[in-house]
């Protein structure tokens, strides 16, 4: 099963869920289905890292 089968507009199960096998992150909030957001690159998360050093520094 693919994502783009599933019936956006249909309420889901914590069953449901865990039958799903996507290779999308996926993630049920009251019944509704939504993918979830990429998580950040690495690269991303050392800038972070670095921006929140100087400010505790600060």
Sequence with gaps: ???ADIDL???Y???????W???ERVELIK???YKMSPSPSMNHQIIA???LTYINVF
């Design 1 to 3: 099963m693919e994502f």
């Design 9 to 11: 507009n249909k309420l």
């Design 13 to 19: 199960t914590y069953a449901d869920y865990l039958k």
């Design 21 to 23: 096998q996507f290779d």
């Design 31 to 33: 019944g509704k289905i």
């Design 49 to 51: 890292d670095d921006i």
